[in-house]
C-alpha cells in the first residue's frame, strides 16, 4: 500500500523566484492538503484540494497556489519567494469523507 | 481565532515508564476532531490517535490513550510502557472544516 511521497526532499531557491512541490497521494485518497512548518513550530495549513478545485485555504498570500490532476496528485507553487518561505513542506491526503489525514515526508525548501 | 496550547515544550520519561502530555485548545465549535501526531527526527508525521469531540469515550490505540475533557477543552495523550521508539516531537491538533490546527509541539527523549 502506497503511502503518500512527495518530490523533491530538499530544493534550494534565491529570494525571487518560483518553485513546484509535488505531491502523491496515498493509494485511493482523493483529497490533498498542504501545510508549512517552520523550524520549531507546529504545521500551519496552507490550503486542501478535492476534485481538482481548491476547497478551503488558509492565511496566506496569493504567491501560494496549487493544483490537483485528475489522478488526485497535487503541486504546491509558491511566486517571487521570500526568506521567509524556508521551512518543511508538508502534503497530507484524506478520503473526502473522512477527516483523517495522513502526511508525506516533506519537502525541505532553504531560500537564499 | 482557534488555538491549540502544549505548555511542555521537552518532557523526558524513562523506558518502560509511563508519561502524560498536555493540549489544551480553544474554539467555539461543537464538532471537531481532534488529532495527535509524532514527529521522529526523519520529520514524517505519524497518526498517533484520534478522537471524535462528540464521543465521551476515550480514544486508545494500544499503548496511547487520551484523556478527553470536552468542558475544559484539554486533550491529554498518555503513553504507557515507554519505547526508545517513542522519541519525537509530539504535535496534537484539531480540526475543522477540513484544516488541521497544530500546537507548537512537545519534544519528547525516552532514556534506557
Known amino acids: 500500500d502506497a503511502g503518500v511521497t512527495q518530490s523533491p526532499t530538499h530544493l534550494i531557491k534565491t529570494r525571487g523566484q518560483q518553485v513546484t512541490l509535488r505531491c502523491s497521494p496515498k493509494?485511493?485518497?482523493?483529497?490533498v492538503s498542504w501545510y508549512q512548518q517552520a523550524l520549531g513550530q507546529g504545521p500551519q495549513f496552507i490550503f486542501q484540494?478535492?476534485?481538482?478545485?481548491?476547497?478551503q485555504r488558509g492565511n496566506f498570500p496569493d504567491r501560494f497556489s496549487g493544483h490537483q490532476f485528475p489522478n488526485y496528485s497535487s503541486e504546491l507553487n509558491v511566486n517571487a519567494l521570500l526568506l521567509g518561505d524556508s521551512a518543511l513542506y508538508l502534503c497530507a491526503s484524506s478520503l473526502r469523507t473522512q477527516e483523517t489525514q495522513y502526511f508525506g515526508p516533506g519537502t525541505r525548501l532553504l531560500v537564499l | 481565532a482557534q488555538t491549540v496550547t502544549q505548555s511542555q515544550p521537552e518532557m523526558s520519561v524513562q523506558e518502560a515508564e509511563t508519561v502524560t502530555l498536555s493540549c489544551t485548545y480553544d474554539t467555539s465549535e461543537s464538532n471537531y476532531y481532534l488529532f495527535w501526531y509524532k514527529q521522529p527526527p526523519s520529520r514524517q508525521m505519524i497518526l498517533v490517535i484520534r478522537?471524535?469531540?462528540?464521543?465521551?469515550q476515550n480514544a486508545t490505540e494500544n499503548r496511547f490513550s487520551v484523556n478527553f475533557q470536552k468542558a475544559a477543552k484539554s486533550f491529554s495523550l498518555k503513553i504507557s510502557d515507554s519505547q526508545l521508539g517513542d522519541t519525537a516531537m509530539y504535535f496534537c491538533?484539531?480540526?475543522?472544516?477540513?484544516?488541521?490546527?497544530f500546537g507548537k509541539g512537545t519534544s519528547l527523549l525516552v532514556t534506557p
Open positions: 484540494y478535492y476534485e481538482e478545485e481548491e476547497r
Open positions: 493509494s485511493g485518497h482523493d483529497t
Open positions: 478522537q471524535e469531540a462528540y464521543k465521551q
Open positions: 491538533a484539531f480540526m475543522i472544516g477540513y484544516a488541521l490546527n
